[in-house]
């Protein structure tokens, strides 16, 4: 079964910084590809940083130069370092994950992330 667990979520002030971490089992971590996203109150859920399974990363506009998604295999775990912290980065933050042949997709419960001005 697989589980991808998020946690590090929090309060911050703007300009501050967090470290979400996605802990992720079940799954071939090696040759999965992983992803945070987030949703805000009534919003869609967007897409914010991506690695596929050989490293390649890309990032929303506006996090770029920001935020860096990380994974560490041996520990199976993905982070999601977010620096310079903006109200806007107030969200859900869920981690995802595709892998197998058949990509499958697979989602995290989410962790709150609140930025006050």
């Known amino acids: 079964q697989v589980q991808l667990v998020e946690s590090g979520g929090g309060l911050v002030q703007a300009g501050g910084s967090l470290r979400l971490s996605c802990a992720a089992s079940?799954?071939?971590?090696?040759?999965?590809?992983f992803g945070w996203y987030r949703q805000a109150p009534g919003k869609q859920r967007d897409l914010v940083a991506y690695?596929?399974?050989?490293?390649?990363?890309n990032y929303e506009d506006s996090v770029k130069g920001r935020f860096t998604i990380s994974r560490h295999s041996a520990k199976r775990m993905v982070y999601l370092q977010m620096n310079s912290l903006k109200p806007e980065d107030t969200a859900v933050y869920f981690c995802y994950a595709k892998t197998g042949w058949r990509q499958i997709e697979f989602w995290g419960q989410g962790t709150q992330v609140t930025v006050s001005s």
């Open positions: 690695e596929n399974s050989g490293g390649v990363t």
């Open positions: 079940g799954i071939a971590f090696s040759i999965s590809a």
